[in-house]
């Protein structure tokens, strides 16, 4: 049930957000080429761990929205809380052992949406016309640049929480 949840609410913004950069990709971009985005979106699967240690106060992302949009991703609170009324002892988080697992977690999204990224940006740069830049640019963001707030906001909660379990 968990899966089937969290399936809709990836489907969801994925193709909210990577949906018109698809199109634009079928309609203005040669397929040879595609390669580019492609390749660059895997160049941060080769940063260390440390590398993606660059942390604001939890003050900056709550100042920014990222709690707030922690209620509607995958795993979020509004998932979550779906789950609990059928299920109320579910939890994602509750041990040291699980702490440390969403961590790992954590470096791995922020991989997956630091390539992706890139591989948008280089389709912004791509673009020819105001519209498509500013969708791909508004979808990159959404997309992407949130999603990395998140990742990073969510691993210092999960490093202060170690010393609480």
Do not use: D
């Amino acid at each position: 049930m968990a899966a089937r949840f969290n399936l809709f609410v990836s489907l969801f913004w994925t193709v909210l957000c990577l949906g018109p950069a698809a199109w634009y990709c079928y309609l203005y971009v040669p397929p040879g080429w595609l390669w580019v985005p492609g390749a660059a979106s895997l160049l941060p699967y080769f940063v260390p761990k440390s590398w993606l240690n660059h942390y604001a106060s939890t003050g900056f992302y709550e100042r920014i929205g990222v709690r707030g949009l922690l209620k509607f991703v995958q795993h979020g609170k509004l998932v979550n809380g779906m789950i609990r009324k059928r299920y109320p002892g579910y939890r994602i988080i509750y041990n040291s052992e699980t702490i440390h697992r969403k961590v790992e977690e954590t470096y791995m999204f922020e991989r997956f949406h630091y390539g992706l990224f890139l591989a948008l940006l280089i389709l912004t740069f791509h673009a020819r016309n105001w519209y498509w830049i500013l969708v791909i640019l508004v979808c990159n963001i959404g997309y992407n640049v949130y999603p990395v707030f998140m990742q990073q906001y969510v691993r210092l909660r999960l490093k202060a929480s170690r010393h609480k379990i």
